[in-house]
């Protein structure tokens, strides 16, 4: 059981901000120590923008819409 939840606690499947106030600018997700799995979706609602940042750089902008997230992460192998 010990492998199955630290399978579960390495990947992030689904990006997304449900929060609907109209008075934060910017907001990270929290990551939790976790990686970003290949093939995950990220969701970005009306009127907002998501971006990426990587190592202090930016790394890509999404608009509104559903997008599938392409990385070169292997989550389960990064903590072996």
């Not at 934060?24 to 990686?35: A, G, I, M």
């Not at 970005?44 to 902008?61: C, E, H, I, K």
């Not at 599938?68 to 292997?74: F, H, M, S």
Request: glycine share 8%; hydrophobic share 40%; aromatic share 12%.
């Amino acid at each position: 059981m010990a492998i199955i939840d630290f399978l579960k606690k390495q990947f992030i499947d689904i990006i997304e901000w449900t929060d609907d106030s109209r008075d934060t600018l910017s907001w990270r997700f929290p990551d939790d120590d976790r990686e970003i799995k290949n093939g995950a979706q990220l969701i970005v609602r009306g009127s907002r923008v998501a971006r990426f940042v990587y190592l202090g750089a930016f790394g890509g902008t999404f608009f509104p819409g559903k997008h599938t997230l392409t990385t070169d992460n292997i989550p389960v192998l990064t903590k072996l």
